[in-house]
């Protein structure tokens, strides 16, 4: 005669495990029984469980639940690290006086001169005419301080045809332009002290490209691609009569890096995402990294 055994205690009817790298391993486990019983298990189950579902079918549950191991256990003892590089074009706005590409060459003192005229064309009190006479109208005389002005004719300096046109833009209100500039983005699992160091070294400095080959390992296809983009420093108001004297403030072209993004994962590993915007920066603000 055949014996039929069986229980009403709620069963572990299957468990299925799950890796993956960010997160480590995590479980899912399935129990059936009675459906009062089964709470019961839930109950406890929610003391340390991730999720829970519950499906009731007549007098019996079928409960699930997932529950994740600790994130920062070592898993994974070798892990795959990669590195991986980005050369991103980013559109950036910028007033024109602070500008090189517009403003170089011309003085702060020639720019608040070019500001003040523009101003009183706006409200009719000189002519585009007078301004470019720098002339005195009411006892107020808008001419420029040891500048060779205007000019006139066709024939202008290149000092005198940014004046014209920075006065021009003025007028017309647009006091801020639109360029390209280039952002390197670096993308790497973090597996050494030494890197996470570097993502928050020298963070609002300008590197220059050496020092984004010495210290980030830029591979030579970056930064042979970049490389022609370099530009000059612009050095200008730091004459013995001019605003900056004294400061050693001028404008470098190189790449501001940004704040890192890092994020966590199993074994304590890092994924570190990080940028770098190529354009001129005043040294005052943003010095050289060192």
């Known amino acids: ?4 055994t069986g229980t009403n205690q709620p069963q572990i009817t299957s468990k299925r495990f799950n890796f993956d790298y960010r997160t480590g391993w995590s479980k899912e486990v399935v129990v059936e029984g009675l459906k009062e019983q089964v709470k019961q298990v839930a109950a406890s189950y929610a003391n340390f469980a991730q999720s829970i579902d519950l499906v009731e079918n007549g007098p019996t549950s079928t409960m699930t639940a997932r529950i994740d191991s600790d994130q920062m256990s070592p898993v994974n003892t070798t892990p795959q690290l990669s590195t991986t590089w980005e050369i991103i074009g980013q559109t950036s706005q910028r007033h024109i006086a602070e500008n090189p590409r517009i403003s170089g060459g011309v003085s702060a003192r020639d720019i608040a001169v070019i500001k003040k005229q523009a101003d009183a064309i706006f409200e009719g009190k000189i002519t585009v005419a007078q301004a470019l006479a720098e002339a005195t ?7 420029f301080e040891g500048s060779s002005g205007y000019g006139s004719g066709s024939s202008l300096t290149s000092a005198q ?15 801020s332009t639109i360029s390209s500039e280039y952002v390197i983005r670096k993308n790497q699992t973090v597996a050494t002290n030494y890197d996470l160091k570097m993502s ?3 963070v609002e400095n300008v590197w220059t490209l050496a020092a984004m ?3 980030e390992k830029l591979p030579p296809q970056i930064s042979g ?6 530009r000059s420093a612009i050095t200008q108001d730091n004459a013995s009569n001019e605003i900056l004297y004294g400061t050693s403030a001028q404008w470098n072209f190189g790449f501001l890096k940004q704040a890192p993004q890092i994020s966590y994962t ?6 570190r995402s990080q ?5 001129y920066w005043l040294s005052t603000d943003y010095p050289v990294y060192a």
């Open 1 to 4: 005669m055949a014996i039929v």
């Open 137 to 143: 109208v009411g006892d107020i005389s808008y001419a």
């Open 161 to 175: 045809q940014k004046l014209r046109i920075l006065l021009y833009k003025y007028i017309a209100n647009q006091e």
């Open 200 to 202: 928050t070294a020298g």
């Open 213 to 215: 080959i010495k210290g």
């Open 225 to 230: 691609t970049i490389s022609a983009a370099a």
């Open 266 to 271: 199993v074994g304590g590993y890092a994924e």
């Open 275 to 279: 940028e770098w915007w190529l354009n």
